[in-house]
């Protein structure tokens, strides 16, 4: 399990979301500006295998279809060689059979985006505010369980896009997210960060 150091991230409030172009489970292409059109966006570097990701997945449906103004778009950057259950086919059988239900789930195939974001752990939320392009707003857990068999007292994630949608602007500190490591391939891993 790995729990996030804020202070070392790569994006920090306020920076722009790095660019994309990835394949969806769906089979359609996404790139970042695919979402130009909702007032907030949730990038979230997930997985199939973790049981910390799979414990959020229920509570990002939720998020996907509450907001409409916010797009929900999960991202696996795990090695599906080491982690076969981590596979671009598992992922499409998750869209398949409703398991995830977010507006986009996308294979980061060579490991750049994960890079790119700073992102470190399954799952780990990146909010972005859809003005002037996605700028970070929040990057910090889902909620306060801190095991994946717990439930949460808080939907915090849900609080700080509905801060958002609102006008407003996120204040509360950043809550590091708790989850599996990202499994790098090898010669991927960034060597500044200590897992």
Not at 32 to 37: Q, R, T, V
Not at 120 to 138: E, Q, S, V
Request: with cysteine.
């Amino acid at each position: 399990m790995v729990s996030l150091d804020s202070e070392s991230d790569v994006l920090q409030r306020g920076d722009s979301a790095p660019s994309f172009e990835l394949a969806g489970a769906d089979g359609e292409t996404y790139r970042l500006e695919d979402f130009g059109d909702y007032e907030a966006l949730l990038v979230v570097f997930t997985c199939n295998h973790c049981p910390y990701a799979r414990a959020k997945m229920p509570e990002l449906n939720r998020l996907s279809g509450e907001y409409d103004d916010l797009a929900v778009v999960g991202i696996n950057a795990n090695d599906p060689k080491e982690y076969p259950d981590d596979s671009f086919g598992r992922m499409q059988e998750l869209i398949a059979d409703g398991t995830v239900d977010y507006d986009a789930y996308l294979h980061d195939a060579d490991q750049s985006v994960a890079a790119a974001y700073g992102a470190r752990c399954t799952p780990d939320p990146f909010l972005f505010a859809g003005d002037d392009g996605f700028r970070l707003a929040y990057h910090g857990r889902l909620d306060d369980a801190p095991n994946p068999d717990d439930d949460p007292s808080e939907r915090e994630m849900a609080a700080h896009v509905e801060t958002l949608l609102s006008g407003g602007e996120i204040t509360a500190a950043e809550k590091p997210s708790r989850g599996c490591s990202i499994k790098w391939m090898e010669g991927n891993e960034p060597d500044h960060w200590d897992l």
